[in-house]
């Protein structure tokens, strides 16, 4: 192990395996190859290199065997995989084929184009898991539009809220990074052909119509500009990446909070453990999302610098994206995938959110006492008035409401200002809203 995320104790916490297969060296391997098989047959199309020297080259390479100590020699020589990959293809080419592949092309053509198609898989396998995660809060959404619980800010009790907007708060910047996703996609889903130094000179006027050619045949978006020093789609993604597992990170937080035993308006089915306490229940699905939302943002930092390339390629640069990428993805990824389970396991305990409701001798309708005062008095008058009532109320550990009644005679409905239900505000119409936005 050299991490959390290739342990195998601990990446099924930390990763998600079917992104991490996308980032081993077969993956890795295997896009190098596809891309190179694919050059090869859009130049035999385009007349670049002789007739049936595409078609030798993509057969001859379909299931090749590489030797991986030699790649891995070449690797630590080069700084990347291509000239030792190369080396090792060309010995299985027959005849002549050897002399044309990789033609015109360069290291990093290949190594990003490849990235891309894996970047690609990526996208598909996360979006669909953050739909499945935003389906099952919208579901969630629903089912407690009308439970009634204390709005906390600052970590303060505030005044009444439902648990169906909460839910509504972690989905609508899910269901807009579904959005951002989506719009970056063109951006990203590029293909990398530029030659030596991006000018395409060694296949002279035709180096356009190769980018075309292998875009259509990668089933990729063509460039006008090769981007070998052009990283700013990547860290697009990287960016993306972790603002989502930003985002549920945000709900990560709120369930611990929920969580704690003095609060306990959330439990999770086959919590966690202590191997010395059998009274603990730990929170470890949403303490591992807070965890990968750190992390993630520490990642994307260090995918920034990769924008300060150097003139037209950067050894820095590829070696630094290299490192913090793929662990960024599998760790973004797992977010998402934990979130999801996350919501499986969640027990939610409507009664705890009542008792928390009630505590504290009913201020938590300070506010709409206020308003209700105001309608016949000045609102600082009523304000004071209600703070004075605040006071003794939790000095005789009183209701609020009824000590307010005593300080004022006004023909107000008092039984029906401490009930929190009547102070819901347009929660509903708000709940309504995502609900109809939110992918079916």
């Not at 192990?1 to 081993?24: G, R, T, Y």
């Not at 190098?32 to 002789?50: F, H, Y």
């Not at 965890?291 to 610098?305: E, G, I, K, P, T």
């Amino acid at each position: 192990m050299v991490s959390a995320f290739d342990s195998s104790i601990s990446s099924s916490a930390f990763s998600d395996k079917e992104l991490a297969d996308l980032f081993s060296d077969e993956a890795e391997l295997q896009a190098l190859i596809k891309v190179e098989r694919a050059l090869a047959r859009v130049q035999e199309s385009l007349g670049i290199i002789p007739q049936g020297a595409g078609e030798e080259i993509s057969c001859a390479l379909e299931c090749p065997a590489l030797d991986t100590a030699s790649l891995a020699e070449g690797f630590n020589k080069d700084g990347i995989p291509i000239p030792a990959l190369l080396k090792q293809l060309r010995e299985i080419l027959p005849g002549t084929a050897a002399n044309y592949l990789h033609w015109g092309a360069t290291s990093q053509d290949i190594m990003d184009t490849a990235l891309v198609l894996r970047l690609k898989t990526a996208t598909d396998v996360i979006n669909k898991n953050l739909s499945q995660l935003c389906k099952q809060l919208a579901a969630l959404a629903q089912q407690h539009r009308a439970t009634v619980m204390v709005a906390r800010t600052r970590n303060q009790s505030a005044a009444p809220t439902v648990f169906g907007l909460k839910i509504v708060n972690w989905l609508m910047p899910l269901q807009r990074q579904q959005i951002r996703l989506q719009e970056l996609l063109p951006r990203l889903l590029v293909v990398q052909f530029g030659g030596a130094v991006g000018t395409n000179a060694a296949l002279g006027s035709k180096g356009l119509l190769v980018n075309q050619a292998l875009a259509e045949a990668l089933e990729l978006n063509p460039t006008a500009v090769p981007w070998h020093a052009q990283r700013d789609g990547i860290v697009e993604f990287a960016n993306w990446c972790s603002l989502t597992a930003g985002v549920i990170g945000k709900m990560g937080q709120d369930l611990l909070l929920m969580s704690q035993n003095e609060v306990a308006e959330i439990a999770f089915s086959g919590a966690g453990k202590s191997s010395t306490m059998p009274n603990k229940a730990n929170p470890v699905l949403p303490e591992t999302l807070l965890a990968l939302a750190h992390f993630c943002r520490s990642q994307a930092d260090l995918m920034q610098q990769t924008l300060l390339a150097t003139h037209e390629r950067d050894g820095v640069g590829m070696s630094l994206e290299r490192i913090a990428l793929a662990p960024l993805v599998c760790a973004s990824g797992a977010s998402v995938r934990l979130a999801s389970q996350c919501i499986d396991t969640m027990q939610i305990n409507t009664k705890a959110m009542g008792k928390n409701l009630m505590a504290g001798n009913g201020s938590i309708m300070a506010e709409a006492a206020v308003f209700a005062l105001s309608q016949v008095m000045d609102r600082l008058a009523a304000s004071e008035l209600v703070a004075k009532a605040c006071g003794i109320a939790a000095q005789n550990d009183t209701q609020l409401i009824d000590e307010l009644r005593k300080l004022v005679e006004l023909p107000l409905d008092w039984e029906s200002l401490k009930q929190a239900e009547n102070y819901l505000g347009v929660a509903d119409a708000i709940i309504d809203q995502v609900l109809k936005s939110a992918t079916p």
